[in-house]
């Protein structure tokens, strides 16, 4: 549990929080307003791993140079980086960054990370490594229609909340409930958040976004998405490697396993799962009542928010 006196200095602790779903426009928004007077803590449970870079989106080498990031290539692609772990890596990093005289700017797209830092992680146990892998292969076994049915008998609240194909949560759910006798969904958060979070949210047109989301999936397939996961096949990458269930990535996996897909094929279904990814997103970021929304072109009204909230009027750009 989180000590009273963490909850008498979170005020000192100021962040921004920046929701939106994929392509949306965080990347130019954030440009805009936070070059030089912010580092980035990047709440992506994909851009944490090494090797998985188009496909994730991971800011190029101006952004890098315009504002620092954080939780960015920090686990080999086989390593578990939990949602437990994104909250206690990034508390400890935004005093780090208040120290410096920044802005703690947390921005991604990974609803659960959001979720565990704003409302306080959940109880639930730490990974296990031996039922962990028991779990991988009673799966590997019987199949992922099996693990997802499974799931919704020993956790319904979880099989509402998690995608059929997101095998590395699935997996986790019923690891917890192996671990411990109880589902996950029944731990609840710990006690408040370490710091005050000002929330903003960036929303555009259905079809203005869907017309994105076809254009950022074409534009990685430009930039080598599939050598990149020939690449990741050729190291190893299956189903166990936890990055290779996001979309972008599992879909080649899938069309590995049955030998029946084209690369056409592979890329609608990319663009598909993504546009899906995104109502899903969205569904998520409105359940935050203290959310502002905003369209990514209105930087004079983020701005404006920002500096109501307490952010000083010179940290941000014109």
Known sequence: MRSNTKKRTARKNRAVVLFG????????MTEALFSGSAEIIS????QVY??????????????????????????????????????????ALIP??????????????????????????SEAPKSDPEVRESVRREIEEKGSEWAYSYLGEIDPVSHGRIAAADI?????????YRSSGRPLSSYAASSAPDADYIIICLVRDKAELSARIEMRVGEMFR?????????LFR????????????????????????????LLSIKESIIRNTRQYAKRQMTFFRSFA?????????????????????????????
């Open 21 to 28: 779903p994929t392509a949306v426009g965080k990347t130019a």
């Open 43 to 46: 709440a992506d449970s994909v």
């Open 50 to 91: 090494r090797g998985f870079d188009i496909g994730s989106a991971k800011p190029d080498g101006h952004l890098l140079r315009l504002i620092p990031h954080h939780l960015i290539d920090i686990r080999d692609p086989w390593e578990q980086y939990t949602a437990g772990d994104f909250v206690r890596d990034a508390e």
């Open 96 to 121: 780090q960054i208040i120290s410096r005289g920044r802005i703690p700017l947390i921005t991604g797209g990974t609803a659960y990370y959001f979720r565990q830092l704003i409302s306080g992680p």
């Open 168 to 176: 590395y949560r699935i997996s986790r759910a019923i690891e917890v």
């Open 223 to 231: 930039l080598g998405l599939y050598d990149e996961v020939r690449e």
């Open 235 to 262: 190291k190893g990458a299956d189903a166990s490697w936890p990055a290779m269930n996001a979309i972008g990535y599992r879909e080649f996996l899938e069309a590995a396993e049955t030998g029946e897909a084209s």
């Open 290 to 318: 203290s959310c502002r929304f905003f369209h990514p072109d209105d930087i004079e009204g983020i701005r404006s928010a920002l500096i109501e909230s307490g952010i000083s009027p010179d940290a941000l750009g014109a």
